[in-house]
């Protein structure tokens, strides 16, 4: 017999406003403590240092994050030059330093290679795995590691701001698996200067806002704030880019029990997906195919 989880059945989604020095998943496990839920899940790891927008799914909510992962996102980011580091941010070690500045006009004119669909090397500190085991522990162990390029798809990357020769403020939109610790590595040698990551904020992720972020505070509150279930969005927050259909009262018993339903109108071509629902409540992601939609993801909500 499977083990039944703990906690209440939480659905939805919270945007937390990340604080630096918490990993994702700490803040992800304080997230589910303060409210109690059975399941939860976050949309994009952040790393240590940075802050900003993390979207955390709760309950049948994580059923819709791989759609905000996919998701474009913006970062703000300051790039100090003159310098690089091995883990390509200021938590590193400087491994070499040059004397050169870029002026704004060379700064512009760099930017342009890094946007559009480009080839990115991932930092040797960062999640993904050789071999089985992540880069960032085989890095910390001694080993040179060497990590294939990934493509990524660039959409903006502007000059903010330059507050003094030393520093840089950034602003990038990227799609899914960017490494912005890469972005500065990248142009600091482009730019002939050396550069690394000094601070980076997730200003939105998808549908979600930093501007619409509950303060990480409000979590160590923990589960005897009654208050913090106001602050939650409900799980078809996590679907804003996919359209909406309503099922027949027939067509949900049938998408419920995971067989294609039929919609009341729907004027999709044949094959797009969407997301179902009825009586106002999501009943599945799917796809659509002549006045029905064939589930892929049901969720468990309301009744059959």
């Not at 989604?13 to 939860?40: E, L, Q, Y």
Request: net charge negative; glycine share 10%; charged share 25%.
């Amino acid at each position: 017999m499977a083990r039944r989880r703990k906690g209440r059945p939480v659905h939805g989604w919270i945007v937390v406003d990340k604080p630096a020095g918490w990993t994702s998943t700490s803040v992800v496990n304080k997230a589910r403590w303060a409210f109690g839920a059975a399941k939860a899940g976050h949309a994009g790891t952040l790393d240590p240092a940075a802050t900003g927008v993390l979207a955390i799914a709760f309950g049948e909510a994580t059923k819709t994050v791989p759609y905000i992962t996919d998701a474009l996102k913006a970062y703000r980011f300051t790039v100090t030059w003159g310098a690089s580091t091995n883990t390509d941010d200021a938590e590193g070690q400087v491994i070499e330093t040059r004397s050169d500045r870029p002026d704004g006009d060379q700064l512009r004119a760099a930017l342009r290679a890094f946007v559009g669909d480009i080839m990115q090397v991932p930092p040797q500190y960062s999640a993904v795995k050789v071999d089985g085991k992540r880069s960032y522990a085989l890095a910390r162990g001694g080993q040179d590691v060497t990590l294939a390029a990934r493509p990524l798809f660039v959409e903006s990357l502007e000059l903010v701001e330059q507050p003094d020769a030393d520093h840089a403020i950034l602003e990038m939109i990227c799609g899914k698996g960017g490494y912005v610790r890469s972005i500065a590595r990248d142009l600091g040698e482009a730019l002939g200067c050396l550069g690394h990551v000094q601070s980076l904020k997730r200003v939105w992720s998808g549908p979600f806002e930093v501007a619409d972020a509950i303060d990480f505070k409000l979590l160590e509150t923990g589960p005897a704030n009654e208050d913090l279930d106001q602050y939650l969005l409900p799980m078809e927050s996590g679907l804003s880019d996919l359209p909406e259909l309503k099922l027949t009262d027939e067509g949900a018993t049938r998408i419920r029990n995971g067989n294609p339903g039929a919609v009341k109108y729907s004027n999709l071509e044949f094959g797009e997906e969407c997301w179902v629902s009825h009586m106002g409540t999501p009943v599945a992601v799917g796809t659509y195919r002549a006045g029905q939609v064939a589930p892929g993801r049901v969720f468990v909500l309301g009744s059959p």
